[in-house]
């Protein structure tokens, strides 16, 4: 058996492959993707089986082919066979042996062929019609794993696929581009933890976006059902019912599509009848559920995140309100402020009432308000993004709350209940309150430039009625001041005490004061009654001072240091002046030297007497430096007295005074109903609501043309102790100051003027 004419035939089909239809198919390829502006459908057409690359490794050589230029490349090698024959091995005789040459080109033709029929298929599809290859590319996706690299490819292709007809207004592709949406929107959603907020693929967002800023730069004449899925957030809010809350990536993306297509009436629409329906619909209130056997809310915690996540919603809508007003796009806002899709009309996406305008209002101009993003950077207006207009945004959304404000002035009562006008229900929390209060008088400025807005209001159709009820209108903010200002009073006056605060007063007033006490142990000893001088008892006291209620009630304006600012002031002004003041008062000698013979006469004054103490009183550096030698019987102590400068008090140890801490009266006890802090050192404190009618006693000896004048509600607070502090009868009690050119401090001693102590008695060096 031969076999005729198969390298001839075989050889012909190869060079036309070759020579004339792989170059014509090769620029076919290269265009690829050019007709959809696309970047990644050449990208798919090189996955395909007979565009699919192979990678061949030779030493440190990578080369890359496809499978249809490996195949014809094998094939032309095979001509090597029949140019050079090569003699059967180990004496082969037979028909395949034989021919094996030309069998071999045979099949590797008949291969290349079919690979070669296959390739121009692709080349046929991925450039014939959009429909054919979108549904081509769309079935290729659903047939990947969720985890394949390939499949994020797929779907940037198809949405070029739908930019291409949004462009070419190719309405062959809508159907086909709906379903596929439709279905993958829902496979996610459905997919979806619900308790988790969604992200949706980024391409998918992007994709959205850029249908906006597309749509919003064209006309679209043939293409509404993807053009009102694009604009209205019909995708990314979601097609079904699934309770999913929205993620911050979702709003995000929602605020840039809004931000692109705000200046368009007819898309505003669109996306404000769906976020009325999504809000009405599927964000519905969650009604509580009472367990009458615990008596307690058995989903309190899913009422709190539907409440929260409605708010979000509302917080997001008043944003796009001060967008539109910013963009003077008043027919949007005409239409919005109107719409409903019920009877009587149920407005969802606006406040009912003026109490949800005001703490709107409050919650948008208090940029100090608890949130994870400034409201500037989270809905940024065109142009307001720079650091000196920042504020602008929190402006003009304030400023649609006042034309909301307004509005309410022009809605019509379906039931008795209704009353669109009464003021707000005001916060029972004095720093809201006061918050409340800076918020009126900012409404006041933004109502002033609303009304200035002729055109806004003519358009809105205000102008009657705000000619009607102008008095009302401009009385409102004042009325409510007054109803704010009474209220703040009310609430701090009928505040209760927080029993928080009045126990850190008094663990702070009990620190500071014995820390105080302290500072003094080293000076003072044990004296017998009868050496007591009892012509010289100095005493040291506790105080007592008003001071304002709002730093002792919880939910009111904080007080820095309220708990230790009265105590520092009674350590200052009585412990730290008057035990130091007790060396002044009892001295027996005084001498004023200078540095250089202040040591000296030091010298002469002690000698060389065991016993003696030094008392240095606000010491400074260069008298340290002169008390060196004298350091290990040296005591330092601190002064308030600003006169006290450098001096020290030179004495023997059986002089040094002694400090008795005696209990107070009980008729002051009961007074100022006090407290004790310290058994040891008789500390007592208290703090007194003045304002309730059973301390009207209290109240009354502070009836003063002061406290009269004073509208302040106040407290009154004790700090209550009593120390004596004794010196002995028969004391030699040396004061030496440190001469300063800096002061007048009077005529210097010498040396000579110094007289020596006397040695200490027996009985005083025992003790």
Known sequence: MTINYIVEICIAIDIAILGIAYPIIVDKISNI????????LSVLFNKEIPQRPIILKFRKKRIELSIFQLALYVTIISFLFLIFPIQPLFGWDNFFINNSAKLLVFVLTVTLTILFFQWLNKVVLFNGKPTSLLSYVIKKYNSLKKESTDKPYFLKTINEFTFYAIDKQDEHLQETLLEFYYSEFSSIRKNHDKSKPLIYPA?????????????????????????????????????????????EETYNWLWRNLYVICDNEKFVKMYWSNAHQYLDFRLQPILENYDFESREVTNKEEVQKRIQQRRTFLEFHYALGGLLLYRNQYKTLKYILNYSQSLPPKFVLLPETMTEIFEWFEEFRNEFKNRQTPIDIKFYFPELDNLGNRRQVNYWICCYLTVLFLRQ???????????????????????????????????????????????????????????????????????????????????????????????????????IITKAFESYDDIFIELDDKEKDDELKLSVTGGQTLMSKSAFTDNDIPHLNY????????????????????????????????????????????????????????????????????????????????????????????????IEHRDILEQEKTDSQLKLLNEDLKIYASVIDISNPENEKVKEKWDSKEFKDNSEIQVQITIAFLAIIYWRKERDIVQIGLSSEFKEQGIQSTLDEIKPFKKASKKDNEK
């Not at 391409?203 to 059902?225: E, F, G, T």
């Not at 159709?461 to 200002?485: C, H, M, R, V, W």
């Not at 029993?499 to 620190?511: A, D, L």
């Open 33 to 40: 993707g050019d007709r959809y502006k696309s970047n990644y």
């Open 203 to 247: 391409d998918l967002y992007s994709m959205v976006h850029k249908l906006n800023v597309q749509l919003a730069n064209s006309s679209n004449l043939k293409l509404p059902a993807i053009e009102h899925r694009a604009v209205s957030g019909w995708w990314l809010l979601g097609e079904d019912f699934e309770e999913i809350p929205i993620s």
């Open 409 to 511: 002035w022009t809605l019509n009562k379906y039931y008795t209940f209704q009353d669109f006008t009464a003021l707000p229900n005001l916060p029972n929390n004095v720093v809201e309150l006061n918050n409340w209060l800076a918020t009126v008088s900012f409404f006041e400025n933004c109502l002033n430039d609303v009304l200035s807005n002729k055109e806004l209001i003519n358009t809105l159709g205000y102008t009657e009625i705000i000619a009607d009820k102008s008095d009302e209108i401009k009385n409102f903010p004042k009325i409510l001041k007054e109803k704010i200002i009474d209220k703040i009073g009310q609430e701090k006056l009928n505040a209760p005490l927080s029993q928080e605060k009045i126990q850190n007063f008094e663990n702070k007033s009990n620190e």
């Open 563 to 658: 708990d230790s600012i009265f105590a520092s002031q009674v350590s200052q002004n009585s412990i730290k002046r008057f035990i130091p003041n007790s060396f002044l008062i009892s001295r027996t000698r005084r001498y004023l030297l200078n540095k250089d013979n202040f040591l000296e006469g030091l010298n002469k004054l002690i000698g060389d007497k065991p016993d003696i103490v030094i008392v240095a009183v606000n010491a400074g550096y260069h008298l340290k430096e002169i008390l060196k030698d004298y350091e290990a019987i040296t005591k330092y102590i601190p002064s308030t007295e600003y006169r006290i400068q450098d001096i020290i008090y030179v004495l023997h140890k059986s002089d040094l005074p002694s």
